[in-house]
């Protein structure tokens, strides 16, 4: 039930999948389960980052009702990826044909896509079988196979820079320069490299970059100037986390854009995320920790402003 004090289950689901996750719902409170569920689901405006954490790290598992709505939904994608980040156990869901984001595809699942009776029975049992307090084991994400060339990939990120370096140093006129000519080798080796997650996250800094030329003068004065490049780059990030989630410079990347967006919590979540990750993985990210400072700055002018 929402608002209970230890839900055992989160139900993660789209909107348009409503009538199913409230049937969910009643049928696991029949059972006696505890769950959390958002009703209103509004999907509009920022996330509510504190909320779904305080939530999240009471509850044991994520049921992610998985659909074609659902995969295209950002409150979806951001409930899986924190229960992910959080170590909580996530149970696969699908409801319709939709393809499962690459990484979940070896969890078990309990599927609803001919019987809800059927999926509900899986359910139950999977919830049975798993221990209390028991967290998501660590998915092993197998290295992509290597058939981008590590040689496109360094070219690629070492024009980004230059972009990057251009603009800090002498404005955009001068980066729009290095960014034109990055243009057409970016959109062929997404064309040939679609599924790759180092080729959707270098396609997503691209498109970043591409919206910081064009609202400079905005950004200098933090001020957030919607555009569509933030949401086509924000798609290409989770794009690359779906098939590798534990990759720390497209969590950056998605802070970013969230940070751009003024999507603040998220922004924060997704940098302290990509910057634990990559001291696991046994570096200093930098780059993230001067993200962090940003949004903090910016969350703090936020509170005194109100």
């Known amino acids: 039930m929402k608002g ?33 569920i958002d009703r209103e689901r509004l999907e509009g405006g920022d996330p509510l980052l504190d909320e779904l954490q305080a939530v999240l790290k009471k509850t044991r598992v994520l049921a992610l009702l998985w659909s074609r709505a659902a995969s295209k939904s950002r409150f979806v994608k951001l409930e899986w990826q924190a229960a992910f980040y959080l170590e909580k ?86 980066a729009i320069l290095i960014q034109r000519q990055l243009d057409p080798q970016m959109k062929k080796a997404l064309a040939a490299h679609h599924d790759h ?41 989770y794009g690359s986390l779906a098939i590798r989630p534990q990759n720390p410079s497209a969590m950056n990347g998605l802070g970013g854009i969230l940070m751009l967006r003024r999507n603040l919590d998220a922004a924060e979540f997704y940098v302290r995320n990509a910057i634990v990750e990559a001291g696991r993985q046994g570096f200093p990210y930098n780059d993230a920790e001067h993200d962090l400072d940003m949004i903090l700055r910016l969350k703090s002018e936020v509170a005194a402003n109100r």
């Open 197 to 237: 997650p180092d080729i959707l996250n270098l396609a997503g800094y691209h498109l970043k970059n591409a919206y910081l030329i064009k609202h400079w003068k905005s950004v200098q004065e933090r001020r957030a100037a919607p555009d569509p490049l933030l949401e086509q780059a924000e798609s290409h990030f």
């Open 4 to 36: 209970d004090p230890k839900p055992e289950v989160f139900i993660s689901y789209s909107r348009r999948n409503k009538r199913r996750a409230y049937r969910l719902a009643d049928d696991l409170a029949d059972a006696k389960v505890n769950y959390w």
């Open 89 to 174: 156990r996530i149970i696969p869901c699908p409801l319709d044909d939709t393809g499962l984001p690459p990484f979940l595809m070896p969890l078990i699942f309990c599927d609803f896509r001919r019987s809800y009776r059927k999926g509900l029975a899986e359910m139950l049992a999977v919830l049975r079988s798993v221990p209390p307090k028991s967290p998501q084991p660590r998915i092993p994400i197998p290295p992509p196979e290597n058939n981008t060339g590590e040689d496109l990939i360094r070219i690629l990120s070492g024009q980004q820079v230059r972009v990057l370096e251009e603009l800090i140093s002498h404005g955009p006129s001068a």
